[in-house]
């Protein structure tokens, strides 16, 4: 059983049933549960999830973070931190959980992350992309931690609740609330900078990987273009592909795996206004008057269609 957990909203809800879908379509002999951190979701948002859920014969559980709130659990965290409670809202029932961001698309099977070692380890992440001292220094640790991208989180749960995270993520943002900019990331990164591990760039290829175009003559390079061409997740880190000027070289994947959700054919093109905005900005592109800030990805062999 592979247990998935999302935090969204009722702006991001189809955004996590696109992401849902790309999970489920690649991982057809695998049962999954969902777990849904919900804040102040509705009617329409759960059934949704329910139904595209059940239509792939996996289960699906909300936690309505006001719940939380009213058992004292998320103050003084507020919604953009409730990563912090997974072990607390979670069954403890369960050990681990993949938590991922509703800008994601998971297009290999998970089992292979799922099955990372996590003995001693708080979790399994990939590095945030770029130079991470300024991070590092600005949460008071050393930059030889690392910082990790907390869009896809192996999460070892048993680890959290013996060494209560929740507890020491609430305390610290209770004490210093202004110092953690980059909401639960912040959090998780200054309290378990030392007790992670890493896992390869391909479980969470974040949009600057695709801004630096590897030297393809070297067999690093070659590799690092297989990555960007072949992600296990591909994740929208900076701008989604449903705002109308994205110009990452795989935002079509998006509108590929929407197609089987109930908001299959909504797009910002299809608004006249934005798709006049679109033209405009790409213009300068068009022109060449600027360069794209993009890879240019080989036209053959890109993965993860459904």
């Known amino acids: 059983m592979l247990h998935i957990a999302f935090h969204t909203d009722s702006r991001y809800t189809r955004f996590c049933g696109v992401a849902m879908v790309s999970l489920m379509r690649h991982n057809r002999g695998e049962a999954i549960t969902f777990h849904i951190l919900g804040d102040r979701l509705t009617k329409a948002d759960t059934e949704a999830l329910t139904i595209l859920t059940e239509n792939h014969s996996q289960r699906i559980c909300f936690y309505p973070l ?45 089992k ?30 050393p930059a030889t931690d690392g910082y990790f991208n907390a869009g896809v989180l192996l999460v070892n749960l048993q680890y959290w609740r013996l060494h209560h995270v929740a507890k020491a993520c609430t305390d610290l943002y209770g004490r210093e609330p202004g110092r953690f900019s980059l909401c639960d990331s912040d ?51 900076g701008q989604k592909p449903w705002d109308y000027a994205s110009q990452h070289p795989l935002r079509h994947l998006f509108y590929d795996y929407q197609q089987f959700t109930p908001w299959v054919g909504k797009h910002p093109l299809r608004c006249p206004w934005q798709a006049l905005q679109r033209c405009v900005s790409l213009l300068p592109f068009s022109l060449g008057l600027r360069k794209s800030p993009y890879t240019t990805l080989p036209a053959e062999g890109v993965a993860g269609r459904p």
């Open 187 to 237: 959090l998780l990164n200054a309290v378990l900078h030392d007790v992670w591990t890493k896992v390869p760039l391909k479980w969470n290829v974040q949009e600057d990987c695709y801004r630096h175009t590897p030297a393809t003559d070297t067999d690093a390079g070659r590799r690092r273009m297989a990555t960007l061409t072949h992600p296990a997740i591909l994740h929208f880190s």
């Open 112 to 141: 292979p992350l799922w099955d990372t070692d996590l003995k001693g380890k708080a979790l399994a992440a990939v590095p945030q992309y770029g130079d991470t001292t300024a991070h590092c220094r600005r949460l008071g640790y």
């Open 66 to 110: 006001e719940k939380a709130t009213a058992q004292g659990l998320a103050a003084p965290l507020t919604a953009d931190r409730c990563r912090c409670l997974l072990a607390e809202m979670l069954p403890p029932s369960i050990d681990r959980v993949v938590c991922l961001d509703c800008d994601v698309l998971v297009l290999q099977p998970l």
